[in-house]
T-cell receptor, first 114, second 112 residues
Framework: AQKITQTQPGMFVQEKEAVTLDCTYD???????LFWYKQPSSGEMIFLIY??????QNATEGRYSLNFQKARKSANLVISASQLGDSAMYFC???????????FGTGTRLTIIP | DVKVTQSSRYLVKRTGEKVFLECVQD?????MFWYRQDPGLGLRLIYF???????EKGDIPEGYSVSREKKERFSLILESASTNQTSMYLC???????????FGPGTRLLVL
């Protein structure tokens, strides 16, 4: 069984500051994938970034990077130079390799303050 | 771009009604999923389908059924809606062998 833990229910961050959203996971699968999704108030889940457990380097996508620490079982999302449009719910998720099902955390609501 | 659409953004039904939630994707994805989202619980998988006419139970299938008669369409059915099924329902799809899922806009269902 897989488990995702997001311990920050809500965060307030000043615009233009960097943000780190925490995610820890637990799994017995030897290979797995880690995901971050963004959910604006409109409701649609938007895929942000993916990290494979076998990837040597941390994933990056524009202003998003995933700080993957395998030994600590953490997969934190870092958003650089936050913008007002980053205000949303953020979900961490994982899957076993080739499982194709995702297990989600409970989410973190990020609010960017002007 | 992957496009996943859901038939309604908001739906209000009465207890005991049969409810159909429709999901359509236009990228020829083999896999389709139905989740419900509740505050403090994240997303929980209800059912998923790897192929036409094929379905498997997720973590919370009780009170729900699904239908996949065509590859692009995956329907979630509440046979007799109850107030505890008031929730946000999200549909997703993915290619076979790929883990990244693409989501629709969601349906907010209120059961009175």
């Amino acid at each position: 069984a897989q488990k995702i833990t997001q311990t920050q229910p809500g965060m307030f961050v000043q615009e233009k500051e960097a943000v780190t959203l925490d995610c820890t996971y637990d799994t017995s699968d030897p290979s797995y994938g880690l995901f971050w999704y963004k959910q604006p108030s409109s409701g649609e889940m938007i895929f942000l970034i993916y990290q494979g457990s076998y990837d040597q380097q941390n994933a990056t996508e524009g202003r998003y990077s995933l700080n993957f620490q395998k030994a600590r079982k953490s997969a934190n999302l870092v958003i650089s130079a936050s913008q007002l449009g980053d205000s949303a719910m953020y979900f961490c998720a994982m899957s076993a390799l080739l499982d194709e099902k995702l297990t989600f955390g409970t989410g973190t609501r990020l609010t960017i303050i002007p | 771009d992957v496009k996943v659409t859901q038939s309604s953004r908001y739906l209000v039904k009465r207890t005991g009604e049969k409810v159909f939630l429709e999901c359509v994707q236009d990228m020829d994805h083999e896999n389709m999923f139905w989740y419900r989202q509740d505050p403090g619980l994240g997303l929980r998988l209800i059912y998923f389908s790897y192929d036409v006419k094929m379905k498997e139970k997720g973590d919370i299938p009780e009170g729900y059924s699904v239908s996949r008669e065509k590859k692009e369409r995956f329907s979630l059915i509440l046979e007799s809606a109850s107030t505890n099924q008031t929730s946000m329902y999200l549909c997703a799809s993915s290619l076979a062998g790929e883990e990244t899922q693409y989501f629709g806009p969601g349906t907010r269902l209120l059961v009175l």
